[in-house]
C-alpha cells in the first residue's frame, strides 16, 4: 500500500524525527563555544568552533578541508560528484557577534539554554543553528546508506560577522572547488512564525568609525568650558547633520544610484500580513519612525539607512565628571540597497564630514567593510523546488520577501560562481540576532532540518543548468 | 641692625624654608591616598584621605572635629580664638576627581612622581596641593611657640568634586562653629607662571544625565533599521539642537538672568597679558571657538555654556557590531554665571529636551548637582591684605581675574556666614586639574605656603568687621 516514490521521503522524515534528541544536543554543544571572530581575544575560540564542525564532516566521511586565512580560518566539505545532477553549495558562518550587553542576557550567552521551545545562546539563530540544518540533513541522508540525489558542497567560514574580507580575497582562487549551480543560504527568517519566506533582495552595508578629536587631552569645563570646541558636541552636530527630520539622509548623492521599488513589488509587501502597530509593541516603542513616504517594511528591506552602532565619549562612568573630552568617536553603518556602491557612500560621508566639520577639532573617518545589496531573480527552477520543499517541510507555502540585513558574500558569490542563490531563512523575527538573549525556536530548527532534507531531493530532480 | 617689624616673618620664611623637604614629603603622603569621591568603592580611602588631615591637626594640638555626613566626611579643625582680631575660615576638600582615562597617564595617578619640579599626581592641585599650603602655614607659625594674631578654622570636606551637597544641608547648622569674618580658598590658579591673581569671580554649575531611551533592547541594524528611530541619532539631534553654529545656546530663556559683563571688566580683561594663539597652542588645538562676540577671557570667565562631559552609546569595543542601540545617554554640563539659576537652567534643559524628543523613543533628564554662580566686592580690607600677602611671597602685585570653574559651596558659605571670601590660587592654567597627568609646581606649593603665613599676619592687622 506504499506510494514508492514517497517512501525514501517518509524514511528519512522518520529518522529525522527519531534524531532530534541528538540534533539538539548537537547545536548545545556548538553553541558553548564563544566564536566572536571580532574579538581578538577569542581568536581560539573561533577555531575551536571551526573545528568542531570539521570533524563532524570528518566522522560523516565527507572529503573535507581546513582553509587558513589571514584571518579565522574556513571549513569546506563536499559529498560525492552526481553526474547530470546539479551541485549545490551550502554557505553559513560559525562565527558570532559579540554578546554585550552581558547583563541584559537571562542566562549566559555561551551556556545555551531551552526555556518554552527555544534555545537561547549567541549565535543560536545567527547563523550556527540554521547552518546546522543543512549539516544534519546531508548527514542523516549518507547514513541511510542511499547516495544524495546531487552534489552538496558546504563552505563555513568564520569570518561573516566582521565582514568576510578573508573569504572575498580568496574566492577567485576557491572558485573552481566551490563551483555549483546553486547556493543555499540559510542566514535570515521565516516571514512569521510559521510562515515560510524565500528572500530574494538583500541589502548591501558600509560601516565606519566617525572620531572627533579636539584638545590634546581632557580639560577642566569650568576653566575652559566656552572657549574651546567639545568634540562631544561637534560629534552630535556632525551627526545630526547627517539625517533630516525627514529621516532622509543628508550626504551628497546618495540616493542617486538607490534601485526604486517597483509598484508590484510595493503592491506585494503591502498585501503581506504585517501589522505595524504589532511591530511596534514587539519592539518596545511607542511609534516606528523613518524615512517619510514609506512603509515600514519598505524601510527595512528596501530603503537605505544610516545609523549609529556606538558613542563613546569622556565620562561613563558612574557620577560626574566636568570635563570638555579630548575625543568623541562614533560607529556609524549604512545599509545600502542594489546599486549603491559602498565605497561611493563612504566617499560621499568622508565629503560630508569634512565639509561640516567645524573650526577648533578635527574629525576623520575610517572605512570598514562594505558590500553591495542585491535582489535576485524570482524565475528559476532551484526558486521552485524550494517553494516545494519549504512547502512540505512547514505546511504551508513560502511568501517572496526581502531582508533589510546584508550578507556580504552573497553578492560576490554570485558574481564569481554564476550561480542563483537561494536564501531559506528558518529563524523568526524576534530571534535577537546581534541582541541579548538570541535564540532560535526547536521546533523551526527541526523542521528548517526537514526542509533540508526535501530540498536536496527537489534538487536532485533537476538538471545542471548550462552555463 | 635688624627691623624688629619684620623679624618675625623673616624668622618664619627661613623656618619655611628649612622645611621644604618635609613639606613636599607630607604631599606626597597624602596624594597617595586615592580618594575618588565619586567612586563608591572608593570610600573607605577618601575616609582615609580624611583622617590622614584630622591626624596633622590632631599632632598640632588643634581643636579637631570629625564631622559624619551622609555621604563622605569633613575635618574641623581651629586654632585659638584671639578677642579682637578677626576669624578666617579656610576652605578646601580632600577628595579628587576620578583618575580615568589610565592609559594617558605617564605616572600612575595615585603614584605621586616629581619631574622637572612639578609633582604630578590625581589631586596634586585640585585640591589636596593648594589646601595643604594653609595647613602647613598654620602649623609652623605655631610651632613657632607665637600666638597666631588671628583665629584660622579649617574646613576640609570629601564632596566638593561631587557637588558638596551634604555640607550644604549641613550648613546652617554648622553655621556657629564657622561663624568667621572672611574665607580663603585656595582652589583656582595664578593668571599666569609667576603672575600671583586673586579671583573674584566663579561660574555656576548644573549637571545632568540625558538618556534616550527607543527599542526594549539592541536591535540588529539590517532587520530593522530604518523603521525604528535610532536613539543613539535622536541624542545626537537633540544635543545638536541645543547649541547653534554661533555657539548660542538654544535653550529656551538660557541667557534671561545672565549678569553682563561691565565695559570696565571687558577692558580690563583685554589688558591681561593673554595670547589666545598660545592658549590655543597649549591646547593642542588649531583655533579657538565659542560664542560669537567674545574672547576667549570673556567666554571661559563670564558666559555660560552647555558642554558634553560624555558619550555613552550601543558598541564600544573593538570592531563593528551593527546594532540599533536600545539607549543612548549623555553627561552634560551648564557653568552659569552670576544671576543664573541652576534650576531654571534645569527646568528649561527638560522643556527642550520634552519639546525637540523626536517620535520612537522617549528621552529623559536627570537633574545632579547645581550651584549659583558669584562675583565678589574688590573692595573690601581683606582683598587688600590679600593684595599685600601675595605680592610679598610671589614677589609681583596680583591681579584681579574671573575663574570659569565651579565651588558650588562658595555662594551658600557667603549666604550663610555673611562673610566675603578670598579666592587665592596657587595652581598654573596647565596643572591638568581634572585631566591626566594633573600636576602642581612644587616651587608654587612652597611659595603658596609662604603667602598663606603672610596672609594670617596681614589679616591679624585688622580688626573684625562689625556685621
Known amino acids: 500500500m ?53 570533524n563532524r564532516f570528518q566522522a560523516a566521511g565527507l572529503e573535507v578541508q581546513w582553509i587558513e586565512t589571514q584571518g579565522h580560518p574556513m571549513v569546506y566539505a563536499e559529498t560525492p560528484a552526481v553526474p547530470g545532477a546539479p551541485v549545490a553549495l551550502v554557505y553559513g558562518h560559525y562565527d558570532v557577534q559579540p554578546p554585550e550587553p552581558l547583563d541584559h542576557w537571562i542566562t549566559p550567552p555561551f551556556q545555551p539554554d531551552i526555556r518554552d521551545g527555544n534555545i537561547y545562546a549567541r549565535g543560536a539563530t545567527d547563523d550556527k543553528g540554521q547552518v546546522l540544518t543543512h549539516i544534519q540533513a546531508v548527514l542523516r541522508l549518507l547514513e541511510t546508506g542511499q547516495p544524495l540525489p546531487l552534489q552538496v558542497k558546504f563552505l563555513i567560514e568564520g569570518e561573516e560577522e566582521v565582514g568576510s574580507e578573508n573569504l572575498e580575497r580568496m574566492l577567485p582562487e576557491l572558485a573552481d572547488r566551490l563551483a ?4 543555499v543560504i540559510s542566514d535570515s527568517s521565516q516571514f512569521a512564525e510559521g510562515q515560510p519566506a524565500i528572500t530574494y533582495g538583500l541589502r548591501g552595508i558600509a560601516t565606519f568609525e566617525l572620531t572627533v578629536q579636539g584638545p590634546q587631552q581632557d580639560l577642566h569645563s569650568g576653566s575652559f568650558g566656552g572657549a574651546v570646541r567639545n568634540p562631544g558636541v561637534a560629534l552630535c552636530q556632525l551627526i545630526a547633520s547627517m539625517i533630516d527630520d525627514s529621516g532622509r539622509i543628508q550626504l551628497d548623492g546618495f540616493y542617486d544610484d538607490v534601485l526604486p521599488l517597483s509598484e508590484e513589488e510595493r503592491e506585494q509587501f503591502a498585501a503581506l500580513p504585517f501589522s505595524e502597530a504589532d511591530f511596534a509593541r514587539s519592539l518596545g516603542v511607542d511609534a516606528l519612525a523613518g524615512e517619510e ?19 563613546t565619549c569622556g565620562h561613563q562612568g558612574p557620577g560626574v565628571k566636568t570635563i570638555i573630552p579630548a575625543v568623541a568617536s562614533a560607529k556609524l553603518s549604512c545599509r545600502l540597497v542594489p546599486n549603491q556602491d559602498p565605497e561611493k557612500i563612504a ?48 505546511g504551508k507555502p513560502p511568501v517572496m520577501i526581502r531582508e533589510g540585513g546584508s550578507i556580504p558574500i552573497v553578492q560576490k558569490f554570485q558574481e ?52
Open 347 to 394: 566617499d560621499a560621508l568622508e565629503r560630508h564630514v569634512a565639509a561640516h566639520c567645524p573650526e577648533g577639532v578635527r574629525a576623520s573617518v575610517e572605512r570598514d567593510h562594505g558590500a553591495p545589496g542585491l535582489v535576485a531573480s524570482l524565475d528559476s527552477p532551484y526558486v521552485a523546488a524550494a517553494k516545494t520543499a519549504l512547502g512540505a517541510a512547514f
Open 416 to 467: 564569481t560562481l554564476g550561480a542563483d542563490c537561494l536564501l531559506l531563512g528558518w529563524g523568526l523575527a524576534d530571534d535577537n540576532a546581534h541582541s541579548p538573549n538570541e535564540k532560535f525556536c526547536l521546533a523551526d530548527y527541526h523542521r528548517g532540518i526537514k526542509a533540508s532534507a526535501h530540498l536536496w531531493r527537489e534538487l536532485g530532480k533537476l538538471k545542471p543548468e548550462q552555463s
Open 180 to 183: 555549483c549551480d546553486v547556493i
Open 293 to 311: 513616504g514609506y512603509t515600514a517594511l519598505e524601510r527595512k528591506w528596501a530603503r537605505p539607512t544610516l545609523d549609529v552602532n556606538g558613542l
Open 2 to 54: 506504499n506510494d514508492p516514490s514517497t517512501e525514501p521521503i517518509k524514511n528519512i522524515e522518520n529518522l529525522l524525527d527519531q534524531k532530534q534528541q541528538a540534533h539538539t544536543e548537537d547545536l548545545l554543544e556548538w553553541l558553548r563555544i564563544a566564536s566572536v571572530s571580532s574579538d581578538p581575544q577569542a581568536t581560539d575560540r573561533v577555531r575551536e568552533a571551526g573545528r568542531w564542525v570539521e
